[in-house]
């Protein structure tokens, strides 16, 4: 048995605020993880996309964009992480948030203090979490495959399962602490 004294950046991501945490740090000025220094290459999986497009009028601060996203114009990204192939269309707006491949949030939306699975889609007006202001870290989720229609609200600390659709939901509003699950047989989806 060996023993190595590791002095550098880790964070146990067993929770979802930690797994959020972690993502916050690496978007800090000088980050104690340094995902760009050549003496200590991090390998990664990576996806053959296009560059990341930023149009003239998008707005994008202290976050992290892969390969393939898309920003709109009028669009706010700050303080967040997007995987490979994530459109933000114009007027939508994505605060302190980690946005799995290819989901897309649409205009009018707001995700805030939120972490979205893969191939999530949030309609028009939605708003999934929220609490720039607050100091409690409370994060909304939305689950793989899932839906937020037009205009509903996901409170911080409210979950959406995978796979839901727009039939799957009880009210406009999943409240902090709700579990929101797919109706649907395994067969249907």
């Keep these: ?22 993502h916050m740090d690496m978007l800090s000025p000088n980050p104690s ?25 998008a ?13 709109g114009e009028n669009a706010i990204v ?8 994530v459109v933000v269309r ?3 707006v994505v605060r302190e948030s980690i946005i799995a491949t290819d989901c897309v949030i649409e205009g009018g939306a707001v995700v805030e203090r939120a972490v ?3 191939h999530v889609h949030i309609e028009q007006n939605a708003r999934v979490g929220w609490g720039i202001a607050d100091q409690n870290i409370r994060i909304a989720m939305v689950g793989k495959h ?22 799957d939901y009880d009210d406009t509003v999943v409240r902090a602490g ?11 989806i």
């Design 33 to 57: 993880l340094r995902l760009y220094s050549r003496d200590w290459i991090i390998h990664t999986r990576t996806e053959e996309r296009a560059p990341a497009r930023l149009p003239a009028g």
């Design 78 to 85: 700050e303080s967040s992480v997007l995987s490979p192939g």
């Design 90 to 92: 114009p007027g939508a």
């Design 146 to 167: 899932s839906t937020v229609p037009a205009g509903y609200v996901i409170e911080p600390e409210a979950e959406v399962g995978t796979d839901v659709i727009a039939s």
């Design 1 to 22: 048995v060996f023993a190595y004294p590791y002095t550098g950046y880790w964070m146990d991501v067993g929770t979802v605020v930690s797994y959020w945490q972690a």
């Design 178 to 188: 709700q579990n929101i699950q797919t109706r649907r047989q395994p067969n249907e």
């Design 59 to 71: 707005r994008v601060y202290a976050s992290m964009l892969c390969d393939g996203c898309y920003v």
């Design 116 to 118: 979205l699975d893969k």
